[in-house]
């Protein structure tokens, strides 16, 4: 199927850990995102990389790292892990833009279930 | 910078009415508008866009949305609801150009129940 997919769906760990979160698009698209959507649904950006280069990176704590080995994968890492990191996270990714950069529309994976105790 | 305001946090309707679903935006620059559908536990999926031309336009699912540039709206529409439309529904911007090309500004969701 083609998607962009997300591992793991659900994360429980305790306050003061690292983790990482995987996303992958088979779409062939140039560009990727990190969301974060909060308990009352409200969903906000973190970063964005376009053919592995950050273009977007929001006002996120420094625990907080983006990394992509390709176009295909931005995987998120999370270093001390505190009970506000609690959220959802989905991953997106768009195709390029008709006249070259970036397009328009994002399609976004499943999402990943942070919970920290 | 963009912010965008959805005026109903909640929509209840009955199976067959219409609905509308409402969405302003503010922008200092020309903007590009989505409407996303999310069900529950699962990703965000397009509906439609508005990105040049026609201030009409149609998705998926048989919902339509109308860009008004003079009031800054871009309100979802759908003239019979069914069961299956119960889902979340985010409103979102994307600036034209500078430093805003490519980030989606999302609405804070209007959860839209279906009743039989």
């Known amino acids: 199927d083609t998607a962009v997919s997300q591992t793991p769906k659900y994360l429980v760990t305790q306050m003061g850990n690292d983790k990482s979160i995987k996303c992958e698009q088979n779409l062939g698209h140039d560009t990727m995102y990190w969301y974060k959507q909060d308990s009352k649904k409200f969903l906000k950006i973190m970063f964005s990389?376009?053919?592995?280069?950050?273009?977007i990176n929001e006002t996120v704590p420094n625990r907080f790292s983006p990394k992509s080995p390709d176009k295909a994968h931005l995987n998120l890492h999370i270093n001390s892990l505190e009970l506000g990191d609690s959220a959802v996270y989905f991953c997106?990714?768009?195709?390029?833009?008709?006249?070259?950069?970036?397009?328009?529309?994002?399609?976004f994976g499943p999402g990943t279930r942070l919970t920290v105790t | 910078a963009q912010s965008v305001t959805q005026l109903d946090s909640q929509v209840p309707v009955f199976e067959e009415a219409p609905v509308e679903l409402r969405c302003n935006y503010s922008s200092s620059v020309s903007v590009y508008l989505f409407w996303y559908v999310q069900y529950p536990n699962q990703g965000l999926q397009l509906l439609l866009k508005y990105l040049s031309g026609s201030t009409l336009v149609k998705g998926i699912n048989g919902f339509e949305a109308e860009f008004n540039k003079s009031q800054t709206s871009f309100h979802l529409r759908k003239p019979s609801v069914h069961i299956s439309d119960t889902a979340e529904y985010f409103c979102a911007v994307s600036g034209r150009g500078g430093t805003s090309y490519g980030k989606l500004t999302f609405g804070q969701g209007t959860i839209l129940t279906v009743h039989p």
């Open positions: 990389y376009n053919n592995k280069e950050l273009i």
């Open positions: 997106a990714s768009s195709p390029p833009g008709l006249a070259g950069g970036i397009a328009y529309e994002q399609y």
